[in-house]
Every structure is written in C-alpha cells, then in structure tokens.
Nanobody, 116 residues
Framework: QVQLVESGGGLVQPGGSLRLSCAAS????????MSWYRQAPGKERELVAT????????NYADSVKGRFTISRDNAKNTVYLQMNSLKPEDTAVYYC?????????WGQGTQVTVSS
C-alpha cells in the first residue's frame, strides 16, 4: 500500500535552514506529482509546494517563494523540501502528499519549529 514517511523536521532559529525528506513506497513514484503541505496550530492545512512527476513544473505558495525549494529524486522515490531563511510563521507540521485517482494520501508529518 501507499506509504509516505517524512523526516528532517526540528527546532531551528529564525533565519536558519532545514531540509525535509519524504520517502515514498507502494506506488510508481515517477508517475505522480508530489506536494508538501503544512498545518500550524489552530490553522487549516495549506499547500506549500508541488512538483510534477518529472520535476518540470513547480509551484509554490506566495508565502514561501524565494525561500523554499521542492525537488525530487525518482531513483530514490524521495521528494525534498529545502527551507531557507526560516521565519517563526513557518512553524507547523509539514506533510507529504500525493493524489491517486482523486484519493489523497498523507504521511504522518514532521514538526518544524522556528524559534529563538
């Protein structure tokens, strides 16, 4: 079955960087677009970035443009989120996501806390 396992979260100071990873299994990874979402306490889950199956098209939320970079390695069945210039408002649980035949699949999430 589909499995998505995020890692790489943690506590970082404002202005710092983190790299999140999402290891995928149970489906043909190279065929599907992948996304990162985040959910801050008391807020709705929001889309952060999406990358198409071959990595040709990428979209970002306005709030992270110029600071975050999504990428993927189809040989390793892994999608990444490089996060630079982190701000306290980036604090959230970050989730990996894909959609197969209109059904959403989610990982367990990884906590990112930006605080001094």
């Amino acid at each position: 079955q589909v499995q998505l396992v995020e890692s790489g979260g943690g506590l970082v100071q404002p202005g710092g960087s983190l790299r999140l990873s999402c290891a995928a299994s149970g489906f043909i990874f190279s065929m599907y677009a992948m996304s990162w979402y985040r959910q801050a306490p008391g807020k709705e889950r929001e889309l952060v970035a999406t990358i198409t199956s071959a990595g040709i098209r990428i979209n970002y939320a306005d709030s992270v443009k110029g600071r975050f970079t999504i990428s993927r390695d189809n040989a390793k069945n892994t999608v990444y989120l490089q996060m630079n210039s982190l701000k306290p408002e980036d604090t959230a649980v970050y989730y990996c996501n894909l959609v197969i035949r209109f059904e959403d699949y989610w990982g367990q999430g990884t906590q990112v806390t930006v605080s001094s």
